[in-house]
């Protein structure tokens, strides 16, 4: 039987999903709590990975199992061995040829860039951007420019990704009070490239770049020159359409 869950953790405390050796890792937390519910190991295989402090709402993973279980049953079986700050939220039954990662069509992912006072209670859930001569509207003009098919190698701490080329379906930014929500949505991810494009974006905003160095950049041209990197707190994984 194949199980595909839904789930949401708080990435403050992690040392990212995927589990590494002497850190805490999202993964680990998952498989310890199924081997406490099945009695034996039980792998899950993730859509993808998320980063140190990075946070999701909508990571999904699937695993297999022999039991077969009723999903509401499982789902409080699950939650109940784990720590509070994951939580499984769907739990269904799936075909065999359903795979996570592979039969994913889209990713969304937020991020949240606040300009306005520090907060401390907010610290790890958003960036507090000390800049304050940023144009907005070149910010999401400059952002518009990553909509489309491009080859990404620039906009990547990826090092053995020999494919650099995804998709972006959609860049928006809404307002809200004094934050703004940066909404991506592709078929595929690099490391870091969400919090590069981003950076890059508001260096360009902020008259540091042009929008001319992103075009030469996405088209090969030009290497990124100095990328910056915005912080993991911001960033959350939203949603995954199969």
């Given at each position: 039987?194949?199980?595909?869950?839904?789930?949401?953790?708080?990435?403050?405390?992690?040392?990212?999903?995927?589990?590494?050796?002497?850190?805490?890792?999202?993964?680990?937390?998952?498989?310890?709590?199924?081997l406490?519910?099945?009695?034996?190991?039980?792998?899950?295989?993730?859509?993808?990975?998320?980063?140190?402090?990075?946070?999701?709402?909508?990571?999904?993973f699937?695993?297999?199992?022999?039991?077969?279980?009723?999903?509401?049953?499982?789902?409080?079986?699950i939650?109940?061995r784990?720590?509070?700050?994951?939580y499984?939220?769907?739990i269904e039954t799936?075909?065999?040829s359903?795979h996570?990662?592979?039969?994913?069509?889209s990713?969304?992912?937020h991020?949240?860039?606040?300009?306005?006072?520090y907060?401390p209670?907010?610290?790890?859930?958003r960036?507090y951007?000390k800049?304050?001569?940023?144009?907005?509207?070149?910010?999401?003009?400059?952002?518009k420019l990553f909509?489309g098919?491009?080859?990404?190698?620039?906009?990547?701490?990826?090092?053995k990704?020999?494919?650099?080329?995804?998709?972006?379906?959609?860049?928006?930014v809404?307002?809200?009070?004094?934050?703004?929500r940066?909404?991506i949505?592709g078929?595929g991810?690099?490391?870091?490239m969400?919090?590069i494009?981003?950076?890059?974006?508001?260096?360009?905003?902020?008259?540091?770049?042009?929008?001319?160095?992103?075009?030469?950049?996405l088209?090969?041209?030009?290497?990124?020159t100095?990328?910056?990197?915005?912080?993991?707190n911001?960033?959350y994984l939203?949603?995954i359409?199969y």
């Open positions: 039987m194949r199980y595909k869950c839904t789930c949401r953790y708080d990435g403050s405390q992690f040392h990212g999903f995927q589990i590494q050796k002497n850190a805490r890792s999202v993964q680990a937390e998952i498989e310890n709590a199924l406490l519910v099945f009695k034996k190991p039980t792998p899950i295989y993730p859509a993808g990975r998320t980063d140190t402090g990075v946070h999701a709402l909508g990571q999904v699937h695993f297999n199992a022999d039991l077969e279980i009723n999903t509401a049953n499982l789902k409080n079986a939650n109940s784990l720590p509070g700050d994951v499984v939220s769907e799936v075909d065999e359903f996570a990662r592979y039969s994913a069509k990713k969304e992912y991020y949240i860039i606040d300009f306005g006072s907060n209670l907010f610290r790890n859930y960036y951007c800049y304050r001569r940023v144009d907005y509207r070149l910010f999401a003009e400059a952002l909509v098919r491009h080859d990404f190698r620039y906009f990547s701490r990826a090092k990704t020999e494919n650099t080329v995804r998709e972006i379906y959609r860049v928006s809404e307002r809200e009070g004094d934050a703004l940066i909404i949505v078929n991810f690099l490391h870091n969400i919090r494009m981003i950076a890059t974006a508001l260096e360009v905003a902020r008259g540091r770049k042009t929008m001319d160095d992103i075009r030469a950049s088209t090969g041209e030009t290497p990124l100095a990328p910056k990197k915005l912080p993991p911001g960033l939203m949603k359409a």
